[in-house]
């Protein structure tokens, strides 16, 4: 049974979340010895060094990704020394196709900031480690824990959410209260017996069970005590203050056809898909709701006086990041070409496949039978 929300909570973190924070932190400890697998080559490091340079390139890359460019960056430069002597342009180019190249700046830099200040050691204390160009408090949180087995928890938006979770809590992770409060509660868990496992641990159970999208419940070992599990809130949690604004856009398509042919043209750049082929496109502030007479009608206007309505589509919907696409295929069989199709070009049906589409039309194509 879904059970009623609770009020969005704040402030002093109370004692049954810290009773049931026991059980949080104990399992996923154990969980850790004995059922986490998460392979990367970077886990169990204790060399600051190795440990900084994956947190950095981890900053806005996907571990995949991350962990080639980690080891050809190790296997050149094996010590902190290496990389803060190598030339510029070697090390960027190590880093070519990674993305984000303040990283790369702040990486040499802090490099050869630790050679000169630290003598090649990296800093043993966060305060020291977070005024490092390009660490901030994750990263001075990892490496402090990891290396230095100092008590400073991770707290990204992998630990958010397992904790919005774990403890049903609709506090908003991206505002000032829900950052303040969710990063004391990730500070009061912490096992201060072993930190770097533990924050090994929340990110690897982030990152494998408690994902985002879908989350394994059934067999996640938190399971009877998690609160959003027990409520029906998993999909509701964690809670975003500022959700993505998708604005919405309506289009109509018209699938023109001229003897066995369709008007196909290139989408071309500043917009959605560019680069991908589409057919005639209208796109209106308002959804349309077409029927045969108002098909016409716009036909009419366009010039178009003798025509065969094939079809009009149910309406089609796709999500893109930042819009959303609402629309309709309309299709047409022309006795002529009208001027304004003339630029267009005109691709066999049975052809129209090799074309690369977007999925918004691949999706109404894929539904429909092709004369
Ligand atoms: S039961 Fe589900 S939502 Fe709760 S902590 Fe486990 S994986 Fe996350």
Redesign the pocket.
Known sequence: MIKKKPAKKSGKIPPNELSGGRFFTGRLIKWHHSGNNRQMPWKGEKDPYKIWLSEIILQQTRVAQGMEYYLRIVKAYPTVEQLAAAPDAAVFKLWEGLGYYSRCRNLLATARMVCKTYQGKFPATYQQLIELPGIGPYTAAAIASFAFQLPYAVVDGNVFR?LA??FGNHTPTDSTAGKKYFTDLANQLLYQTAPGNYNQAIMDFGAT??KPQQ???AQ?F??TK?V??LNGW?HQLPVKEKSIQRSVRHFTYWAFDYQGKRAVRERTSGDIWQHLSEYYLMETDKLIEWDKQLVSEWLIGQGIRTFQLEAISPLYKQSLTHQQIKGNFITIRLITIPTFLQHYQWISINRLKNRAFPRFINQWMETTEMP
């Open positions: 397992v979770r774990y069970i408690c989350p394994n419940c996640c938190l399971k998690c959003a599990r998993v």
